[in-house]
Every structure is written in structure tokens, then in C-alpha cells.
């Protein structure tokens, strides 16, 4: 079975799995980066099945994917509204991780070290496919994003956020994050494997699926907080997509 998975992107994760759960960590950008992320997952998933977020599990019934899960920061909150989620991550140091803390919350997530690819393979299908800061880290991003669409369910929705490649982005996610301020251990990021929207749109259209919707992720250093934007997609931003066949 042909993989996208880049075994050097696959060891720089693995070396930090055990500090996925320390806010103050070197995960500590995705912690403050969540609430931003869980925003428009939740709303985007609401509008697109129905569901009103205000009710007790408002998921039941959803199956989820976390694809690139690490120790579980998107895999526990669905689970908490009641999705069947399964997490996917190819470093295989990050499932135990992921499973005691998901055992110490009294949630059950299914936790696998696998590959969207050998998933899809083996039939697997699901409502929603949570793709986040995933794809600029595979080293075929169509392939990769095929083996998304495959995932999906008929009518089902896939949500990947990632980098935009320019110079505001070299700026601020490999010099500001990983040089300045040493949130990410230098050479986390590939700046050359950054993708630019219109690209990513253009990959997810080739790989079958409907690009529907596409969001900036703005980081404020006054107020050290992530919000969403509709203008602005110059660095993180996240895209929602449909399978319509």
C-alpha cells in the first residue's frame, strides 16, 4: 500500500510525545491555537449535520476521525460531545500517550497507529475527517488528500488547516515560533512544503472532494489569543470540504 507518511516528519513528533499535554510545553502553540480550532470544527460540523451545540452529546452519532491525532488535543473534545472518534497517528510513541490521558478523562477514543491510507484501504468510513496541521507534513499531499476523500462517507465533511507559504509565514511560524521565541524546536516546520489556499483547494479538488468554506487563524500578541478571519489567511488558516459522490 503506497504512504505519504515522511518517516523524518513522523521522528520530530515522536521525540515530543510524552509533553503533548503540558500547556507550557512544546506544544504549548497548539494548546493556545485549540480553542480557535475547536471553534470552527464544532460550528463547522453543527451547520453541516444539523446539530445544535447548545444540547447534551450533540455528535451522537457522528463518527469522527482525528488524523495526526498526537496525544488526543482535538480526539478528546469530540469524544466529549459524544462522537464515536477514532485517532489516527503515524509516530507510534504518541498513542499510549493519548490513551492514558483519554483513560484518565473517562472517555473512550479509539487510539491506532496507522495511516489514512492503510485505514481507507481496510474500508473504513467516517463522517467527519479532522485534518489539522497534518498535510504540510506528508510528502504527497494528493495522495494523502485522496486517501482523505476516500475516508469520507457520502456527503461527509473534511476539516485541514495548515501554513500558507510566504514570507509573512517564514516570518512568523520558522523564525518567530521556532528561532524567537522557541515555541517548536527548530526544524519542526519545512517552510517549502507550506502550501498556499489556492493550492490546497486546488489539491483537494483533484483529490474529489468540494472545497465550501475557508478561514484565516489570526494570532494576536497583544492579547495572546487565535481568532478566525475571513480576510486574512496569510499564515494558519482551515478549509472545510465536502464529499458530494
Partial sequence: METTVDSAEVAKFE????????????????????????????????????????????????????????????????????????????????????????????LTIDYRHTTAEDLAAAGERFDVVLNMEVVEHVADPLVYLTACHDLLKTGGLMLCSTLNRNAKSFAMAIVGAEWVMCWLPKGTHDWNKFITPDELYDLIRRAGLDPVDRKGMIFNPISWRWSLSDRDLSVNYVTASLRRD
Fill in 15 to 106: 521525540a515530543m510525545a510524552a509533553e503533548w499535554w503540558d500547556p507550557n510545553g512544546k506544544f504549548r502553540p497548539l494548546h493556545q491555537m485549540n480553542p480557535c480550532r475547536l471553534d470552527y470544527i464544532t460550528r463547522q460540523i453543527a451547520a453541516e449535520f444539523g446539530r445544535d451545540l447548545k444540547t447534551d452529546k450533540p455528535f451522537a452519532g457522528l463518527r469522527i476521525l482525528d488524523i495526526g491525532c498526537g496525544g488526543g488535543l482535538l480526539s478528546e473534545p469530540m469524544a466529549r460531545l459524544g462522537a464515536e472518534v477514532v485517532g489516527a497517528d503515524a509516530a507510534p510513541r504518541n498513542i499510549p500517550v493519548a490513551r492514558i490521558h483519554a483513560e484518565q478523562s473517562g
